[in-house]
């Protein structure tokens, strides 16, 4: 399977999920009458960081693997201080997406190299750097933004995480 199709098409149909998270999340807060805000601004833990910075991430998880593996500068994302910011940060990130230039993306051989703050280095393929890296970060902060959701009192299930399996779905 090639990077790109491991990579953007998942991506993509996640972040899709996710906007259908926020808009359950606006849904909830609206009928319980509290300020939608609470959410972005809920975290698991003491120091985790909060929901609107997991949508950041997830984001920047997804733009930083197209730009890592086709060359290009990496974005620097702002964190949404609103659901109408973070809906917008996820549609820009869609867009990015989907002009992703997939032979670019497939061909890409170089070894990729992430710098933490900390100095340490990972350096790895284009395919170890998808499977190992980009992916996995990706999700995290995909699921740890549905876990604050949830535990908010968000009324969730798998069918809201995974939206797009309805489409395989038959009769027996």
């Known amino acids: 399977m090639s990077i790109y199709a491991i ?45 609107a910075t997991q949508i950041r991430f997830a984001c920047t998880q997804a733009q930083e693997s197209v730009q890592r593996l086709t060359h290009q500068p990496l974005p620097v994302l702002s964190t949404p201080a609103t659901l109408s910011e973070a809906r917008g940060l996820i549609e820009q990130t869609l867009q990015a997406l989907a002009s992703a230039d997939r032979e670019l993306i497939d061909s890409s051989e170089r070894t990729i190299s992430i710098a933490l703050p900390d100095g340490t280095v990972f350096d790895m393929t284009a ?28 009324p969730l299930g798998k069918a809201d995480y995974v939206p797009h399996m309805f489409a395989f779905v038959r009769a027996q």
């Open 7 to 51: 990579t953007v098409p998942c991506f993509a149909q996640m972040l899709r999920s996710l906007q259908g998270l926020l808009s359950k999340g606006e849904a909830h807060a609206s009928e319980l009458a509290y300020d939608s805000q609470n959410l972005l601004d809920a975290r698991l833990a003491p120091d985790m960081h909060t929901l």
């Open 127 to 154: 395919h170890e750097y998808a499977v190992n890296w980009a992916i996995p970060q990706f999700y995290f902060h995909l699921m740890t933004a549905y876990n604050i959701l949830r535990h908010n009192g968000v």
